[in-house]
Nanobody, 125 residues
Framework: QVQLVESGGGLVQAGGSLRLSCAFT????????MGWFRQAPGKDREFVST????????YYSDSVKGRFTISRDNAKNTVYLQMNSLKPEDTAVYYC??????????????????WGQGTQVTVSS
């Protein structure tokens, strides 16, 4: 059974940076594409970014493109989300997810098979 555990969230001022990590256990990490989603209070879950199994293909939502960077370390079974130039509207619970289609770059949460518990990111103005 795949387990995903996010870490790295916290409170940061606007313009600051955070790096989220998601530790993957239970299966072969490199067989999964990985994604990050977020959900703000009162809003639907929103796609943030995704990365294929090898890390050479990525995709971002327009709202974070140029500010966030997704990466993965298959030796450490971990996917990262480097978030720079944070804005108050980035405030949300951030979730990582695993897709049992290693080449997929899915933006729909329904494509993902496993989810973490989430980590809170709060950006103050």
């Amino acid at each position: 059974q795949v387990q995903l555990v996010e870490s790295g969230g916290g409170l940061v001022q606007a313009g600051g940076s955070l790096r989220l990590s998601c530790a993957f256990t239970g299966r072969t990490f490199s067989r999964y594409a990985m994604g990050w989603f977020r959900q703000a209070p009162g809003k639907d879950r929103e796609f943030v970014s995704t990365i294929n199994w090898s890390g050479d293909r990525t995709y971002y939502s327009d709202s974070v493109k140029g500010r966030f960077t997704i990466s993965r370390d298959n030796a450490k079974n971990t996917v990262y989300l480097q978030m720079n130039s944070l804005k108050p509207e980035d405030t949300a619970v951030y979730y990582c997810a695993a897709d049992w289609s290693p080449v997929s770059l899915g933006i729909n949460g329904k494509q993902y098979d496993y989810w973490g518990q989430g980590t809170q990111v709060t950006v103050s103005s």
